[in-house]
Every structure is written in C-alpha cells, then in structure tokens.
C-alpha cells in the first residue's frame, strides 16, 4: 500500500483545513486509517483514525469536537476535517495504515504503511 498525504497549508486560527490520504496498490479499506502529527522537537503522535470496512472512528482528547475521520472506500482515501485550529495542531501530518487492535490503534508501531506528511501551519 502506498499512501499519499496532501491538504496541509497555512491558516489562521479558527479557520479549517481537511487532509486527504489516498492509497494506491492494495485494499486500503480493509486497514485501520490513521492520522498521526508531528511538531518539531517532539515525537510523533496520535491524532485520529477510522477502522477498516466501515468501522469506528477514534479521537484523541485533543482532537475531539473539533476533528472528523472519515472515509471513501471508492476512492481508496481517507479524509480529516479539521476545524477550529489552535495554534498548537501547527505540525507534519502523516496519515498510515494499518491492522491495530482496538487498544493499540494510537501506537505508532502498530501501522505498517505511512505517507509522505504534509505541513499544517496555524499562525495569524
């Protein structure tokens, strides 16, 4: 599976952005999508994720209220609308998939197959 992150950009605080993630070359729908981010000088966290075949969708606190997970199994993608930004979601987004048991689906080690990143910068 080969995944192709694309949506980041600049915006300012407030504003929404929604990321797109799209497979090529396996049955992205089977596997868990995740999103994870990265700010600079920090380690690489959880942010949501939406279980294979039409499954649950997962926040962490942090995200909750403000992000949605989705998917298009059509078109092999999965999406985060992210709305209300703070200056604190600024980081490289990474979406992944993978096969996570319920209590691993935020563990980073947990997907086998990871996108490029794209940069979301929220500043005014």
């Known amino acids: 599976v080969q995944l192709q992150a694309s949506g980041g950009g600049v915006v300012q605080p407030g504003g929404s952005l929604r990321l797109s993630c799209t497979a090529s070359g396996g049955t992205f729908r089977t596997y868990t999508g995740g999103w994870f981010r990265q700010a600079p000088g920090k380690e690489r966290e959880f942010v949501a994720a939406?279980?294979?075949?039409?499954?649950?969708?997962h926040y962490t606190d942090s995200a909750k209220g403000r992000f949605t997970v989705s998917r298009d199994s059509a078109k092999n993608t999965v999406y985060l609308q992210m709305d209300s930004l703070k200056a604190e979601d600024t980081a490289v987004y990474y979406c992944?998939?993978?096969?996570?048991?319920?209590?691993?689906?935020?563990?980073?080690?947990?997907?086998?197959?990871w996108g490029q990143g794209t940069q979301v910068t929220v500043s005014s």
């Open positions: 939406i279980r294979g075949n039409g499954g649950s969708t």
């Open positions: 992944a998939a993978g096969r996570p048991i319920l209590s691993q689906i935020a563990t980073v080690s947990q997907y086998f197959y």
